[in-house]
């Protein structure tokens, strides 16, 4: 599965490192490149509307062409952002990291956290593709960080018999591998002393296992 591209790469793909990457495509094949260009108008969302504003003449110059294709590289990283409407608020994102949710708003005032808008004088939601810069400077977009912290937190399904004897045999081993039968005897819960905790709950179990054996049977 491919993720949606994230806040870093959209930069990316408008900056000055693509700017330069796509003069030395224009450099190498000029053919190839205005090809591209012209599939893409017909092919990307919402970028008809330049094969009305462009003239195809300049497709055979190069720096109209270099204009051209990086226009393309604009409109398509601002096209990647549409449909993303999965936001967290600061306190789930704190959540997901482990720190206070005024440390969240504090690495949004200091940019640790990108693609973070202010709606009038709050911070806006944050999107699942915002980017957080840690302190060892690796980047984690917000839902990476969500995926990790439910792998983390997921409790593991089991059915009641399977809870009631892993539960049991605990007991069973915290008493040197014995029985309840054989630690309690004949006590009733009225006679333990300081196994009273551990009989009534042990006791409780094995009952409820019955219960739920004879249930399943039936």
């Not at 300049?58 to 393309?72: F, G, P, R």
């Amino acid at each position: 599965m491919i993720m949606r591209p994230t806040v870093i790469e959209r930069e990316i793909l408008t900056g000055s490192a693509a700017y330069d990457y796509t003069k030395k495509m224009v450099e190498t094949d000029l053919i190839v490149t205005a090809t591209l260009v012209k599939h893409l108008l017909f092919t990307v969302k919402g970028a008809e509307r330049y094969r009305y504003e462009w003239n195809e003449d300049n497709l055979s110059n190069k720096d109209k062409l270099v204009e051209y294709l990086n226009q393309l590289l604009v409109h398509i990283s601002t096209e990647s952002i549409q449909g993303s409407t999965v936001t967290f608020s600061t306190s789930e994102v704190a959540k997901f990291i482990g720190v206070s949710q005024q440390t969240i708003n504090a690495w949004i005032r200091d940019g640790k956290i990108n693609g973070v808008e202010k709606d009038g004088s709050k911070w806006s939601k944050i999107p699942e593709d915002a980017e957080v810069v840690l302190s060892n400077g690796k980047r984690f977009t917000i839902a990476t960080l969500k995926a990790n912290w439910e792998a983390e937190n997921q409790e593991p399904e089991v059915d009641e018999i399977t809870y009631l004897e892993c539960s049991i045999k605990e007991l069973e081993e915290k008493y040197d591998g014995k029985t309840f039968e054989e630690v309690f005897g004949d006590k009733t819960i009225l006679e333990l002393t300081e196994e009273d905790t551990d009989a009534s709950i042990w006791l409780s179990y094995k009952v409820r296992l019955e219960s739920a054996k004879n249930a399943r049977n039936n």
